[in-house]
């Protein structure tokens, strides 16, 4: 099984507070693993991306964790936003143009 | 900047009918992909595609799919009979030609198909 585990399904956060989604993967040949925004009405947009060979990636206010041995991969999310409402997607895949194998999706809103 | 575009956004359809997906891919996009997302579920790869033909297809993409870039811009997803579990939003999806290390793949907005 190549599956990618998301959780939580949804999340609520307070504006200025911190969003984490945790993925889970099964295929250790996988050796790349984005996280996809996606807005209501558009399709999944690359929002970070980290390979293996390191433990943490950080743009702006967005980090991703990596716990190879675990096989574990969480976003964190810092000063949540409104606009950063949206469902996020982790996904496991290899470099090489290779298929996305995405997690189930966690639904974040961000409150006022 | 340039976008994938999905035409079109909504289709309905007949069960047991025949429905092209139409997508344009950014100009200078090598790879194309098709993924499919009903209602509710996570994404799910069908096929990808690759110098005019199929490198990969998941256990979904069955006879009564085919896929085929006609004039060299347009990549469409036929489904040649219908079912009501065909309904989903279903993405296109492309990477750039070039020295690309990583697999960044550009989303369309969708098709949504409704088979009643």
């Known amino acids: 099984q190549q599956q990618v585990k998301q959780s939580p399904q949804s999340l609520i956060v307070q504006k200025g507070g911190i969003s984490i989604i945790n993925c889970a993967y099964e295929?250790?040949?996988?050796?790349?693993f984005p996280w996809y925004q996606q807005f209501p009405g558009k399709g999944p947009a690359l929002l970070i991306a980290i390979r293996p060979d390191v433990s943490e990636k950080k743009e702006g206010r967005f980090t991703i964790s990596f716990n190879k041995s675990a096989k574990q991969f969480s976003l964190h999310i810092m000063d949540s936003q409104p606009g950063d409402s949206a469902t996020y997607f982790c996904?496991?895949?290899?470099?090489?143009?290779?298929?996305?194998?995405f997690g189930t999706g966690t639904r974040l809103q961000v409150t006022l | 900047e340039p976008e994938v575009t999905q035409t079109p956004s909504h289709q309905v359809t007949q069960m047991g009918q025949e429905v092209i997906l139409r997508c344009v891919p950014i100009?200078?996009?090598?790879?194309f992909y098709w993924y499919r997302q009903i209602l509710g579920q996570k994404v799910e790869f069908l096929v990808s595609?690759?110098?005019?033909?199929?490198?990969?297809k998941s256990e979904i993409f069955d006879d009564q799919f085919s896929v085929e870039r006609p004039d060299g811009s347009n990549f469409t997803l036929k489904i040649r009979s219908t079912k009501l579990e065909d309904s989903a939003m279903y993405f296109c999806a492309s990477i750039p030609a070039g020295l690309r290390p990583y697999n960044e793949q550009f989303f369309g907005p969708g098709t949504r198909l409704t088979v009643l």
């Open positions: 595609f690759y110098n005019n033909e199929i490198s990969e």
């Open positions: 295929n250790t040949a996988f050796d790349y």
């Open positions: 100009s200078n996009h090598l790879y």
């Open positions: 996904a496991g895949t290899l470099l090489t143009a290779s298929k996305l194998t």
